[in-house]
């Protein structure tokens, strides 16, 4: 029984406190992110956003806490930090790449995918413990999402405008005082 405790209170590099609030952080700013998403009704919002950063600060913090490990003294084996950001920029791309989409000549999702593989750079940096570029990376974000999506849409310009426009087009013309079928699902 002594081992088991032992083991469920093995000393890390970095403390309790330090780890604890790297990945607070790191779910406030994909909260941010996700939000913004949510905000939109975009696919992949709030809790994606916040899972992402989460997982990729976890990354972060293994990796520092692997790359002062003593289990690995005496040993014929060599710790890669640089691995494990390919490996986090490689699995974000991944679920990214699934949130885009091509149909009828559109692409849909792709500043949602972007949105997510910045997420994962956003966690990176927080399990890193580099603060002032977490927080940049974000703020960057949501300048880009944010605010030059609003400048698009006062220029006419966003897709999803033209798209509601379109949409409100089809609506009109199909109004004539009939129920519309699929609205009753």
Same mark, same amino acid.
């Given at each position: 029984? /002594?081992?088991?405790?032992?083991?469920?209170?093995?000393?890390?590099?970095?403390?309790?406190?330090?780890?604890?609030a @790297?990945l607070?952080?790191?779910a406030? $700013?994909?909260?941010?992110?996700?939000?913004? @998403?949510?905000w939109?009704? @975009?696919p992949? /919002?709030?809790?994606?956003?916040?899972?992402?950063c989460?997982a990729?600060?976890?990354f972060?913090? $293994?990796?520092?806490?692997?790359?002062?490990?003593?289990?690995?003294?005496?040993?014929?084996v060599q710790?890669?930090?640089?691995?494990?950001v390919?490996?986090v920029t490689?699995?974000?791309?991944?679920?990214?790449?699934?949130?885009?989409?091509?149909?009828?000549?559109?692409?849909? /999702? $792709?500043?949602?995918?972007?949105?997510?593989w910045?997420?994962?750079?956003?966690? $990176?940096?927080?399990?890193?413990?580099?603060?002032?570029?977490?927080?940049?990376?974000?703020? !960057?974000? !949501?300048?880009?999402?944010g !605010? !030059?999506?609003?400048?698009?849409?006062?220029? /006419?310009?966003?897709?999803?405008?033209?798209?509601?426009?379109?949409?409100?087009?089809?609506?009109?013309n199909?109004?004539?005082?009939?129920?519309?079928?699929?609205s009753?699902?």
């Open positions: 029984m /002594g081992a088991l405790v032992e083991e469920f209170a093995h000393p890390t590099f970095l403390s309790f406190p330090v780890i604890a @790297r607070l952080f790191a406030l $700013l994909g909260a941010l992110i996700g939000f913004e @998403r949510e939109r009704a @975009r992949a /919002g709030l809790r994606t956003h916040i899972l992402i989460v990729a600060a976890t972060g913090i $293994l990796t520092v806490e692997i790359s002062h490990s003593t289990a690995f003294i005496g040993r014929d710790v890669d930090p640089a691995r494990a390919e490996a490689a699995g974000v791309a991944f679920l990214a790449a699934g949130s885009i989409l091509f149909t009828r000549g559109t692409v849909q /999702g $792709l500043t949602t995918g972007a949105g997510m910045l997420a994962g750079a956003v966690g $990176l940096s927080c399990g890193f413990g580099l603060w002032q570029i977490a927080g940049l990376g974000t703020f !960057l974000i !949501l300048v880009v999402m !605010l !030059l999506h609003s400048f698009e849409v006062k220029l /006419g310009i966003a897709a999803d405008k033209k798209g509601n426009e379109a949409k409100s087009v089809r609506k009109d199909r109004d004539d005082g009939k129920d519309d079928v699929g009753r699902c």
